[in-house]
């Protein structure tokens, strides 16, 4: 079965700052790679996919997200954080053809000032 | 589009009273799924459906949970009798089916369940 790992529950970047959170998954083919934010008391919205092709995606809010097979991981980055995107972050992976997400744990952006 | 609608948004129970969630999902979706999160497990899937029919409840914790979809606009999440460890945000999503490449799901706001 598939699985993710987010290894860092809470980071804390000052605002402007480039932020990376880091994804790492466990499957025996390529997947489905998905980035996701949650804001408090709010749903999940997705930020950007990754099925096939080029392997840095781009997403909305500035957000982009590396996909690198050797590593099986798939980063995501932006290159100056907003308070506004104090928030929660989950990477999911599903396999190809997808039924179902397998979420990570989460983790927790912190903005400072 | 109002995106995927969940009802109620809190609900406060005491144990052993029933508890029902709703969910009415994007119209023109045809998957329908529904999520758990609690800070000890995360999200965790509990059920999905793909044309009204569940297709994998593996992850429904218990007989005391249940859900049904008895048509393409609406779903339940039925939990009876529930119990304090039941209590988590309960999520409802939807997805649809673009040919060979799948649609994104999209979450509802969320039901903030507190069993007393």
């Known amino acids: 079965a598939q699985s993710v790992t987010q290894p860092d529950i809470h980071i804390t970047v000052s605002e402007g700052a480039s932020l990376e959170l880091r994804c790492n998954y466990s499957y025996g083919a390529t997947p489905y790679l998905f980035w996701y934010v949650q804001s408090p008391g709010q749903g999940l919205q997705l930020l950007l996919k990754?099925?096939?092709?080029?392997?840095l995606v781009q997403g909305i809010k500035g957000f982009e997200a590396e996909f690198k097979r050797s590593q099986s991981s798939f980063n995501l980055r932006k290159p100056s954080v907003h308070w506004s995107d104090a928030a929660e972050y989950f990477c999911a992976v599903a396999p190809g053809g997808y039924s179902t997400l397998t979420f990570g744990k989460g983790t927790m952006l912190l903005v400072s000032p | 589009d109002a995106g995927v609608i969940q009802s109620p948004r809190h609900e406060v129970t005491e144990m052993g009273q029933e508890v029902t969630l709703r969910c009415k999902p994007i119209?023109?979706?045809?998957?329908l799924f529904w999520y758990r999160q609690t800070m000890m497990r995360g999200l965790e899937l509990l059920i999905y459906?793909?044309?009204?029919?569940?297709?994998?409840d593996s992850g429904m914790p218990e007989d005391r949970f249940s859900a049904k979809m008895p048509n393409a606009s609406f779903s339940t999440l039925k939990i009876q009798p529930s119990e304090p460890r039941d209590s988590a945000v309960y999520f409802c999503?939807?997805?649809?089916?673009?040919?060979?490449?799948?649609?994104?799901?999209?979450f509802g706001p969320g039901t903030r369940l507190t069993v007393l």
């Open positions: 990754y099925f096939s092709g080029d392997t």
């Open positions: 119209s023109g979706h045809d998957y």
């Open positions: 459906f793909n044309n009204n029919v569940p297709i994998d």
């Open positions: 999503a939807s997805r649809g089916t673009l040919g060979l490449y799948t649609d994104t799901q999209y």
